[in-house]
């Protein structure tokens, strides 16, 4: 799995790094197939604090990609959020691969 984890007008501590790595594995341990991970971590500009700090990744799996975004006054809780996101994302993608199709059963005449 390629990670890269950049930053926005914000300089990526490896304390950041770390929570962020963390919290991916969670994606990982759901589905092994995932080829490539771009995180970006932002700290926008505006006049209301509560949405001031944004996280974003795209992920790449065998099949997909996968979008999410998450925006909050912290900038770990955006990611915890953004986890939540892709996690629900990924356990969907899984199952839609997997088929739950059984075979009808034959009619007796």
Do not use: W
Not at 25 to 35: K, L, S
Not at 47 to 68: L, T
Request: aromatic share 4%; glycine share 2%; charged share 35%.
């Amino acid at each position: 799995m390629n990670l890269t984890i950049s930053g926005h007008h914000l300089d990526v501590t490896p304390a950041l790094r770390s929570y962020v790595t963390n919290k991916l594995d969670r994606i990982t341990r759901h589905f092994d197939q995932v080829v490539d991970v771009r995180v970006i971590l932002t700290v926008e500009k505006q006049k209301e604090k509560e949405r001031r700090q944004r996280a974003e990744c795209n992920i790449h799996v065998k099949g997909n990609d996968m979008f999410a975004e998450c925006s909050h006054a912290d900038l770990y809780a955006a990611v915890d959020e953004l986890v939540d996101k892709l996690d629900r994302q990924v356990v969907r993608h899984k199952d839609r691969l997997q088929d739950h199709h059984h075979a009808a059963p034959k009619r007796v005449m």
